[in-house]
DNA sequence: TATGCTGAAAATATCTACATTTTCGCTAAA
DNA sequence: TTTAGCGAAAATGTAGATATTTTCAGCATA
C-alpha cells in the first residue's frame, strides 16, 4: 500500500500513526477524532492531519461527514462476517491462480517463509511473541499470494486485509498467548503447504477458506463480550 | 467509492472534477500536476486541493513523492494486462458466487438491465450514446456482481474498475460509435444472460472472462499508436 | 569547441497561523 | 416535556512564511 519514500512528509508520517492506533484500539469505534486532540497528541497543524485523514477514509478505517467532523469507522459482527468471507474467497482465488503460474522460486519461498513460521515459538520470548508471529505469519502467506502474479489482485487482497486488521488484532490478541491455539495453526499450516506443493487444487483451496474463516467465532465471542 | 454527503465540501467537488479529468484525459499520464496551475483551474486553496490530490493517490490515479509534487499516474501495456487479468479472475469468482447465492430478485434485475441496455440505440442520438451506453452496460454488470451479496468483495470490485476507467475510455470512443461492435457486444450479452438464468457456472465464467478481456488487443492498438 | 561542474536564483511544495462559517450543548421559557 | 435561543467549540478555507528542489548561467577542463 506504500512506496518507499526517502523522506515522508508529515502528512504521511501521521496517517502512519494514526492509522496504527486506530487498529490497536487507541480509538473506540465511532469515536470522535477532535482536531484540537490530534493536533496535540500528533505535535501537528491542521493541514497534515486533514491530508492523512482523507487517507484513512479512502481505506474505510475512517467516516467523514462534511461540517460535522471525522470519527473512527464503526465495528459490527455483520461487517466481520462480510470482510472474513470476501477475504475467503478472494484467497481462494488468488490461491487458484497461483497453483497454476507459480513456479520454482514460488514454492522455494512458500517452503522458506512456512520454516521461519514454525520456528518462531523456540526463538523469541513471550512479550516480543505477538509482533513475530504476526509478521511471519503474514509473510507466509503472503508468499503463497505472490504466485498468482497479478499485482492488482494482490492489491485487493492488501486493501481487505487492511480493513480487516482490527478484528484481526483482536484475534491475534487471543491466540498468540495460546500455546494449544498455536499448535493448531502449525498444523493447519503444514497440511496447507502440503497440498499446495502437491498442487492438489481443490484441498488447497477448501484448506484456505476454512483457515481464514477459523478467527470468525472467536472474534464475535469477544465483540460480543463488549 | 463515495458516500452520500448532504453538502459536500470544496475538497470532494475537487476531488470529483480532478478524477474526472484525469479519466478523460484532460492530462497526459506523467504529467506534472503544480499546485499554482490547479489553483487557478478550480478556484480553490491549496488545502482542498491537497486533499482531493491525496484521495487520488490512494486509488492509484495519482502518484505522489514527498517534497517533489504531485504528477498523474503512468499508463502502460504491462498496467493495462495486469489490471484487465485481475478484473477478469474477480469478475468470475463474483459471477461463480451470485450464481451459487442469487435468488429470483437477482435474476429479474440481470434481465432488466439487460433489456434497457439492447434497447439503447433505438432510443438515443450519437451524440448521447456513449454516456447512455456506458451507464446502462455497467449497470447490466452491476446487476449481475450484486448477486454474490459480499459488500467488500463488490468494493474491491468497484475498486478495480476505477483503476481501470482510463483504459476503459480509450476503448469506449473506438466502441461506441462502430455499429457492428456494438452489436457483437449485444450478442455476447445476450448469451452470458443465458448462460447466468441456466446457472450454467462453468460456460457463464469463461464467457465473462472473455467478455472482459475482450477490449485489450483493442485498447493496445490506440495505445500503440501514441 | 564540447562537456562536466558549481553555485546562485527561481519555482515549487509544505507547513503554521488566522479568519469565517457551521454545529453542538446548555439554559430557560412555554 | 419540548422547543427556542445563546454561547462555546469545532471544522473548513485562505493567506503568508519557510524549506526544499529544480533550473540555468558561468566557469573550468578535456
Known amino acids: ?9 508529515l502528512a504521511i508520517a501521521a496517517y502512519r500513526q494514526l492509522k496504527r492506533d486506530i487498529i490497536r484500539g487507541v480509538y473506540a469505534p465511532g469515536e470522535k477524532l477532535r ?11 491542521v493541514g497534515p492531519m486533514r491530508e492523512a485523514l482523507s487517507q484513512l477514509v479512502g481505506e474505510r478505517l475512517v467516516t467523514a461527514v462534511s ?42 519461498g512458500i517452503v522458506a517463509k512456512a520454516h521461519a513460521l514454525a520456528k ?16 511471519r505469519h503474514q509473510a507466509f502467506h503472503s508468499a ?23 478484528y484481526r488484532h483482536l484475534w491475534l490478541c487471543q491466540t498468540v498467548f495460546s500455546a494449544e491455539a498455536l499448535d ?8 496447507l503447504t502440503d497440498a499446495i506443493l502437491a498442487r492438489d ?17 472467536i472474534i464475535k465471542e469477544v465483540m460480543q463480550q463488549r
Open 120 to 135: 518462531v515459538a523456540e526463538v523469541h520470548s513471550a512479550e516480543d511473541m505477538l509482533d513475530v508471529w504476526d509478521t
Open 184 to 191: 493448531a495453526k502449525r498444523q493447519e499450516h503444514a497440511a
Open 35 to 45: 482536531m484540537s486532540h490530534l493536533k496535540e497528541r500528533y505535535a501537528l497543524g
Open 67 to 108: 461540517q460535522r467532523g471525522y470519527r473512527v469507522a464503526e465495528m459490527s459482527i455483520e461487517e466481520l462476517e462480510s470482510l472474513y468471507d470476501a477475504r475467503a474467497e478472494l484467497e481462494g482465488l488468488v490461491l487458484e491462480l497461483a497453483i497454476a503460474r507459480g513456479g520454482d522460486d514460488w514454492e522455494a
Open 144 to 166: 503463497i499470494a505472490a504466485g498468482c502474479d497479478s499485482p492488482h489482485l494482490l492489491q485487493a487482497r492488501t486493501w481487505l486485509f487492511d480493513q480487516a486488521e482490527r
Open 1 to 9: 500500500m506504500t512506496s518507499a519514500s526517502p523522506r515522508p512528509n
Open 201 to 217: 487444487t481443490p484441498t488447497a483451496r477448501a484448506m484456505m477458506r476454512e483457515h481464514l474463516m477459523s478467527p470468525v467465532p
